[in-house]
Structure formats: structure tokens, C-alpha cells
């Protein structure tokens, strides 16, 4: 006979009379089985195995066996089987078998999207990868299978280790589902309830050393019921407004759910027990990682494609920060007023240097020249908005705000100006001539939106910062200089530059005279 996957502080098992030596009165049948299945309370306390009690030869057609069980924590579940040998050998294999699939399944989920985070680094991607690590920690201490292959730890402790591993996997799940629905943006009511989840979660799995079982027991119970109810309802609401890669998403948490029900009728002896049934929460949580891979991919096949529609919209450089923030709706695209810092720059008697050279070279010295451009415009957090010829619009500051993004404008004015020298140098090497450009600085506010029509749509600024930039950009002509800062400008970077005033200068489109720097 065995009682299987208790845990328990102490099991005894007592034979009636008649049956052992002892005449008359009950005994402790102690003698372990032939595989050595159990280890009832070895010195450094007991364990949490299966325990296996060879019957002893019965010689009659009714007989009443007596186990008596303390378990100190309370929810005592006590399956108990009588089998042959060979019944208890080929039940061993079968849970074996789809124990190996199981966590099989759940290594390779595991091993298959540590390998696509490594080539896509998809914030998302790791989040599920935690989520399928916390999963198998949390049934492979549930089967027992660490405590009986590798470790001999007390029960009170491995029921700790249980919450542990239950609360990572309710804040790691509840992570994943968030960051997959992007909530906080397609969910905002339910995006609060599941950060109180993740906060919950994140309390047990940091206060499991410390608090009493039965009161963790308790509080990763709500949670663990709550959780994939209201990720289900989440996904729903973004299902309605109009977030589509979901369908695999929402099977793979009704699976799980639908096993965990299935689970608890069988714990509670509604249903009978069976390996499908006790083992249908494990069962559903392999489905569940693997259909969740597939919404994954779906999700990220998606995520690729607007990240190429915003790329097309605002430009090669733009990079994966921005492009997040933008489809999570953390960036007002309709218009908006912003404070940021204009950079125009266009090149020096460009016409005339090339007007002799065939279609193809002249093609390929401005594309050099604005590549090697975009890429220090790039380098200090700015955004080329656009190629208008040989000129350069580029901006700081938008449209995600940053500090100090005047400074930026001019560390990226003055990496244009190195850029440029090594322009040249391969220019020269080709017999191509060489360049000369002017670059203008201005800072203040200016409108910003996506303007256009539904087949071609472009980020664009609007006001009179703009205009001021590209008036002064200009004036690097009446100078002779190549990088010209406004007063407004000058004034916001300080002395963090050494700077030359060239006086006040009347520009055009303007009622005052501006300081040139």
C-alpha cells in the first residue's frame, strides 16, 4: 500500500492482530518496501515522499488496516493505492513517461525563446522566459522531486519553497500578460488590479522565509485564482479595442484555468482520480507555455511590422526606445506643444561642386555625406525628420522629451563637423571634391504631429523655431563660419562650450535682432 505525495510529518501504518508476530494486539508495520520508496523520518528530519508499506500475507477475505498521519499545516490530501509489484513498477514507469514529456515540453518552450530573446531582445520575450522557469520550479518541488533526488529538507520548509516558487510564477505570468497587452495603454482598469497582483506576488516570494504557511497558503491562493481570471478579462477588453494578436493568447489561459478546475474537483474527490485528472493542472500549464509561444511569435511578428511602418514614418535612425514608446501610446502623435531643439544643416555651393559630375557619383557623395550625418545626429538622441536635398532637418527633444537636449544638439553639431572631415577623406581618396556645409541651432517651442495623407504619413514640426534654425543656418554664409547656436541656445548649454559672439543680426521673418554664437 502507498500514500502517495503527502505532506507529512509522521505516518504509521498498523497491521491487525494475528497478522505479525505480536498476538492480539495492533503493531507498527515498519519495514520498507523492496524499491525503498520511502524514508519515514530519518535523523535530520522527515522528508516529503511517497511512502510505500508492503502488506503482509493475508489469510483472510476481510481485513482492516489502521494508518494514522499527523500533518501539522493543515489541507491534508491523502491518496492512498493498494497495487501488485508489478502494478506499483509499471505505474512508476507511466509517471515517468509523462513526467519526462512534461518538463521536456517546458525545457525546450524554455530553450526556444531563450534563443529568440538572445537574437531579438524583446523586453516581453524575457518576462515569458522567467514565467516558464518559475512554472516548472513551482510542480517540479509540487511532484517532490527535487527534495527526493537532490536534496533531504524538512516539510514546513518545502512547503516554504512551494509559495516561493508560486509566487515567482504569479509575478512572472502576471508580468508577461501585462507587457504582452500592453495594459497600461488597451487596459487601464484592469492594468492597476495587476500591479497589485505583481506587488502581492512580489511580497511572498520576498516574505515566504518569514511568514507562516498557512497564512501564505491563504494569500497565493486568492492570487493564484485571481490572476489568470482577470489576465482572461484583460485580454478580452484589448480583444475588443481592437488589439488582434490574442486569439493564442487567450487559449493558452483558459487551458490553464480550465486544468486548474479540473485539478481542484479532483483534490476536493468530485471527480475521480485518475493520471489525467491529478495531473490536469500540469497538463494544462504545458499546453498553455506552448500556445502562449505561439502568441508570442504572433505578437512579435506584428511588433516587427509597426516598428517598420513607424521606421518608414520617422526615418531609419529612429530607434527600438522610441518606436516603444510610440506603440505603447506613451507619445501623443496628433500634435502637441514641445520644447525642443532644432538642427538644420545644408551643404556649401553643392550645385556647383557636382554640376559636372555624372548622375550616378553625384548620388553616391550625398548619400555618404547625409549616411555620416544621420548617423552623429543619431548618436546624440536626435531625430532626422528630414532629407530636403543636401539639407538636413533634424530635432532634439522629440518626440520623446529628453534633457539638457540643446547640449545634445551641439555634441551632435560638432560630431557632424568630424563626420564630415572623414567624408572628405574618402572623397579625396576617389578624386570626388570636397565639402563644405553650415549648420544652425535653435531652441524653443514648436508644434509636432503626424501630418499626411493615410499612404504616406511623416512626423513634422511646425512654428517659428523652425524657421528660425534654418534662417541661421544661413547666416553661416555672411560669417564664413560652419556651426552657428542661437541666444536662446547659447544661454541653455552654459559654458559647458567655448563660444564666440558675432553680434546681433537682424533675420529675416523675425520683428528683433538675435545674438549669433
Not at 509575478?171 to 482598469?189: E, H, I, P, V
Not at 553616391?364 to 536626435?382: D, P, R, V
Not at 559647458?496 to 533675420?507: D, Q
Amino acid at each position: 500500500m502507498k500514500v502517495d505525495r503527502c505532506h507529512l510529518e509522521d505516518c504509521r501504518f498498523y497491521v491487525p492482530p494475528n497478522l505479525d508476530t505480536q498476538q492480539g494486539q495492533a503493531s507498527i508495520w515498519q519495514e520498507l518496501d523492496s524499491k525503498q520508496l520511502h524514508l519515514r523520518e530519518p535523523p535530520q528530519g522527515p522528508v516529503c515522499k511517497p511512502i510505500a508499506f508492503p502488506l503482509p500475507p493475508l489469510s483472510q477475505d476481510k481485513i482492516t488496516f489502521y494508518l494514522r498521519v499527523y500533518e501539522p499545516n493543515g489541507g491534508l490530501y491523502l491518496p492512498l493505492s493498494i497495487s501488485t509489484e508489478e502494478a506499483i513498477h509499471r505505474s512508476s514507469k507511466n509517471k515517468t513517461l509523462w513526467l519526462g514529456i512534461y518538463y521536456g515540453t517546458l525545457l525546450g518552450m524554455l530553450l526556444l525563446n531563450l534563443y529568440l530573446f538572445i537574437s531579438l531582445r524583446e523586453p516581453v520575450q524575457l518576462y515569458y522566459i522567467f514565467y516558464i522557469g518559475s512554472v516548472g520550479l513551482y510542480f517540479f518541488l509540487i511532484n517532490g522531486m527535487f527534495f527526493e533526488d537532490f536534496a533531504e529538507v524538512k516539510i514546513r520548509r518545502h512547503l516554504l519553497f512551494n509559495m516561493f516558487a508560486l509566487g515567482m510564477t504569479i509575478f512572472w505570468g502576471t508580468c508577461f500578460a501585462k507587457t504582452f497587452l500592453a495594459t497600461s495603454q488597451n487596459a487601464k482598469s484592469i492594468d492597476k488590479l495587476l500591479v497589485a497582483i505583481m506587488i502581492a506576488a512580489a511580497g511572498i516570494v520576498l516574505l515566504s522565509p518569514f511568514v507562516r504557511f498557512i497564512i501564505l497558503n491563504q494569500v497565493t491562493s486568492i492570487l493564484g485564482m485571481l490572476s489568470p481570471v482577470l489576465i482572461i478579462i484583460a485580454g478580452l477588453l484589448c480583444w475588443w479595442r481592437g488589439f488582434r494578436p490574442i486569439l493564442f493568447f487567450l487559449i493558452g489561459w483558459t487551458v490553464l484555468c480550465v486544468g486548474g478546475l479540473i485539478y481542484a474537483l479532483t483534490y476536493r474527490g468530485t471527480l475521480p482520480y485518475s493520471i489525467p485528472t491529478f495531473y490536469s493542472f500540469q497538463i494544462g500549464s504545458c499546453i498553455e507555455v506552448v500556445i502562449l509561444s505561439f502568441a508570442l511569435g504572433e505578437r512579435l511578428r506584428r511588433l516587427r511590422i509597426e516598428r517598420d511602418v513607424i521606421r518608414r514614418t520617422f526615418g531609419k535612425y529612429v530607434s527600438d526606445k522610441i518606436c516603444d514608446e510610440i506603440l505603447n501610446g506613451r507619445v501623443p502623435l496628433d500634435g502637441e506643444i514641445k520644447e525642443v531643439t532644432v538642427l538644420i544643416s545644408d551643404l556649401r555651393d553643392h550645385t556647383r561642386l557636382l554640376e559636372s559630375r555624372p548622375p550616378q557619383e553625384i548620388v553616391a557623395i550625398t548619400n555618404t555625406y547625409l549616411e555620416a550625418m544621420a548617423q552623429a545626429i543619431g548618436e546624440y538622441q536626435g531625430l532626422v525628420l528630414q532629407y530636403v536635398g543636401d539639407s538636413i532637418e533634424a530635432v532634439f527633444g522629440a518626440p520623446l522629451p529628453v534633457e539638457d537636449h540643446p547640449v545634445l544638439a551641439v555634441n551632435a553639431a560638432l560630431a557632424m563637423r568630424q563626420g564630415l572631415l572623414r567624408v572628405n577623406a574618402k572623397l579625396r581618396k576617389n578624386g570626388f571634391p570636397q565639402l563644405r556645409h553650415g549648420i544652425g541651432i535653435h531652441s524653443g517651442k514648436v508644434t509636432a504631429a503626424i501630418i499626411g495623407s493615410p499612404e504616406r504619413l511623416s512626423y513634422a514640426l511646425s512654428g517659428l523655431t523652425v524657421n528660425l534654425a534654418s534662417r541661421i543656418q544661413n547666416l553661416n554664409k555672411q560669417f564664413g563660419t560652419d556651426i552657428l547656436v542661437s541666444e536662446t541656445t547659447r544661454l541653455l548649454i552654459g559654458d559647458r562650450f567655448p563660444v564666440k559672439s558675432l553680434g546681433n543680426v537682424a533675420i529675416r521673418g523675425s520683428q528683433r535682432a538675435f545674438a549669433n554664437f
